[in-house]
């Protein structure tokens, strides 16, 4: 069955280190998705791509990066991470059609010491 | 700037109550809302509404867009503990495929 899957999915990590979440899907969508989940703030939007070569910067994009190399994979890094960062990523996948759903990974849970 | 507000912001309830959950939107170029819901884990799709006035139903769960006042409800009927979740409710525009979401309302059903 197709899916989308993240990893790891809890990371510790400390301020100042890089760090790099991965997601991949295997349903072939153009679309591919990250956000952060905090109390208070819901799910919002990190970067977006909508194909291999193709990234976009959402709503809260700062310390933040996204590559795309292949339909499969958008891995989402922290050049130098921050306490700040601390939260639940969310990795979503979405079909090029933009009235389409999008299909969540279950989340990592990265903690910035 | 692009606005969804969600409410109540929690609600508790017990099993066999019937609840509505809101979402209003300000946005441009609006093009469809979605519901979710939220486990322990990943969002998972319950509804789209593109049309006002249609009403979406799925077992006990209904939603229901008003493209004119700019909100849609969520209703659950006959709750039941298994329907404690977060639930969100976003927004696509005509201008791309991101989803803008609101920040959930959390449903606490007691037996």
């Known amino acids: 069955d197709a899916e989308i899957t993240q990893s790891p999915r809890h990371k510790i990590t400390e301020t100042g280190r890089q760090v790099t979440l991965a997601c991949h899907q295997t349903?072939?969508?153009?679309?591919m998705f990250w956000y952060r989940q905090d109390l208070g703030h819901g799910l919002r939007l990190i970067h977006y791509?909508?194909?291999?070569?193709?990234?976009n910067k959402g709503e809260v994009s700062d310390g933040y990066s996204v590559s795309r190399s292949n339909t499969e994979d958008l891995p989402l890094t922290l050049e130098s991470a921050a306490s700040s960062q601390t939260s639940v990523y969310f990795c979503?996948?979405?079909?090029?059609?933009?009235?389409?759903?999008?299909?969540f990974g279950p989340g990592t849970r990265l903690t910035v010491l | 700037e692009d606005k969804v507000v969600q409410s109540p912001l929690s609600l508790v309830v017990h099993e066999g109550d019937t609840v509505t959950l809101n979402c209003s939107y300000e946005?441009?170029?609006?093009?469809?809302l979605l519901w979710y819901k939220q486990e322990k884990k990943a969002p998972t799709f319950l509804f789209m509404l593109?049309?006002?006035?249609i009403e979406k139903k799925s077992g006990r769960l209904s939603s229901i867009l008003d493209k004119k006042e700019l909100f849609s409800i969520l209703n659950i009927t006959a709750t039941q503990t298994g329907d404690s979740a977060i639930y969100l409710c976003?927004?696509?525009?005509?201008?791309?495929?991101?989803?803008?979401f609101g920040g959930g309302t959390r449903l606490m059903v007691k037996p």
């Open positions: 976003a927004v696509t525009l005509d201008a791309g495929n991101m989803l803008t």
């Open positions: 349903w072939n969508h153009n679309n």
């Open positions: 946005v441009t170029n609006f093009r469809s």
């Open positions: 979503a996948s979405s079909d090029r059609l933009s009235y389409n759903e999008q299909f």
């Open positions: 593109t049309s006002s006035g």
């Open positions: 791509s909508y194909g291999v070569q193709d990234t």
